[in-house]
């Protein structure tokens, strides 16, 4: 039986030296994952990818949504923030599908406090790509304010 002493004199034992051992390889091959690259749309900009997520941000007092992105040709990491026309374009059930976010310019009839509304043209594949099988839900329908 060990006792209250016999425990802490095991402890201080002086160590003996054995030979080093080798390092335990790690279970999982980890890799580092840096925050998406935040993008603002300018005239004619176009961003295609797989839409990975959507989520509720806090900004300027108010909760909009963040689009994230993995982007085809690269496979770069990419966020932006949504507007009237992006927020009733893309719904959670894209999450998955190829998407394709084009700024198409400004609108001339609407603006507010001197900035004029971006317009964007969005198109949504009928299927999700190949292989993706996590369903991204972040948020459900009614934390999204339209």
């Known amino acids: 039986m060990t006792t209250p002493a016999n425990y802490a004199n095991r402890f201080n034992q002086p160590r003996t030296q054995t030979a080093a051992a080798e390092p335990a390889k790690p279970a999982f091959n980890m890799v580092e994952r840096k925050d998406p690259k935040h993008i603002q749309f300018g005239d004619g900009e176009t961003v295609t990818g797989i839409l990975v997520g959507i989520e509720r941000i806090p900004m300027n007092g108010k909760n909009v949504c963040r689009y994230t992105v993995e982007e085809l040709e690269s496979g770069e990491i990419l966020a932006f923030l949504g507007t009237y026309q992006i927020d009733s374009k893309l719904r959670l059930a894209d999450v998955g599908h190829v998407v394709t976010v084009r700024c198409e310019g400004a609108s001339k009839e609407v603006s507010k406090n001197g900035n004029a509304m971006k317009l964007f043209k969005v ?13 991204g839900t972040e948020i459900t329908e009614s934390d999204i304010g339209f």
């Open 123 to 135: 198109a949504v594949s009928d299927r999700k790509a190949p292989g993706w099988a996590h369903d």
